[in-house]
């Protein structure tokens, strides 16, 4: 069974930096495409950014320059490392993961089918 375990979330002020984490279990990240994605109150859930399972990258064009998406394969976990964080990066974040090879080039959530239980991220002073 797929399990995708997010953390690492919580409270920081603009220009802040937080580590997200997504630990996978179940699967091995040699062979699957995983991706972040958020969701802020009222909008709809957006791609991030993801990670092919060759380590192949696409970063939405709102974090690009500040969010770096990366993974141990030995730990089975996939990392999202936010610098100088905005008011509008405020969202409840997810990482899901894609058997579709292709899946990271679109890095749109409809190619994903396991999906974590989120983590609040708040940018706020």
């Known amino acids: 069974q797929l399990q995708l375990v997010e953390s690492g979330g919580g409270l920081v002020q603009p220009g802040g930096s937080l580590r997200l984490s997504c630990a996978v279990s179940?699967?091995?990240?040699?062979?699957?495409?995983i991706g972040w994605f958020r969701q802020a109150p009222g909008k709809e859930r957006e791609g991030v950014s993801c990670?092919?399972?060759?380590?192949?990258?696409k970063y939405a064009d709102s974090v690009k320059g500040r969010f770096t998406i990366s993974k141990d394969n030995a730990k089975n976990t996939v990392y999202l490392q936010m610098n100088s964080l905005k008011p509008e990066d405020t969202a409840v974040y997810y990482c899901?993961?894609?058997?579709?090879?292709?899946?990271?080039?679109?890095?749109?959530?409809?190619?994903?089918?396991?999906w974590g239980q989120g983590t609040q991220v708040t940018v706020s002073s």
């Open positions: 899901a993961a894609s058997w579709a090879s292709g899946a990271w080039r679109t890095c749109n959530e409809h190619a994903f089918g396991s």
């Open positions: 179940g699967f091995t990240l040699g062979s699957y495409a």
């Open positions: 990670i092919s399972s060759g380590g192949s990258t």
